[in-house]
């Protein structure tokens, strides 16, 4: 299973349909920039979940797209990625990639970020390490 699969398993299309309206995207677009940052983040994440110390999801009720998600998705991706350069060049991959602007990229990449903790957060917590690791670990 791949990290957008769980993201939509645990919180939907929904939660890409929040964002795309807040950052006044087509949810298409949206969908593919996800397919490009998404798989990206999924290594930094299993990573941290095997150490024990998988970054926390959300504070519950945190919607999607917004600013409390976005200063979230930030801290994931210190913690996932490791500084700003390396978050920036993920969004200058993926623009390559998709066509999709650099600048929309970096704004959408803590929004994911964040999806993505509290995804893997919840798998985490419905199936273990074991769990997780199963679920992701066709990306590593």
Do not use: C, W, Y
């Not at 490009?36 to 797209?65: F, I, R, Y």
């Not at 700003?84 to 990639?97: H, I, K, N, V, Y």
Request: avoid cysteine; charge should be neutral; proline fraction near 6%.
């Amino acid at each position: 299973m791949s990290l957008i699969d769980l993201v939509m398993q645990h919180v939907g299309t929904p939660a890409l349909e929040k964002i795309a309206a807040r950052l006044d995207l087509s949810p298409a677009m949206v969908e593919r920039a996800a397919q490009a940052l998404l798989p990206a983040l999924a290594g930094g994440l299993m990573k941290h979940a095997q150490a024990g110390s998988l970054p926390a999801a959300p504070p519950a009720g945190t919607p999607p797209g917004s600013d409390e998600a976005q200063a979230h998705g930030n801290d994931v991706l210190g913690a996932v990625l490791g500084s700003r350069e390396a978050s920036r060049s993920l969004a200058q991959e993926a623009s390559t990639q998709t066509g999709i602007n650099v600048d929309t990229l970096k704004k959408l990449l803590p929004q994911f970020a964040s999806l993505a903790a509290k995804a893997t957060s919840n798998a985490h917590a419905q199936g273990g390490i074991g769990g997780l690791a199963s679920r992701l670990g066709g990306l590593l």
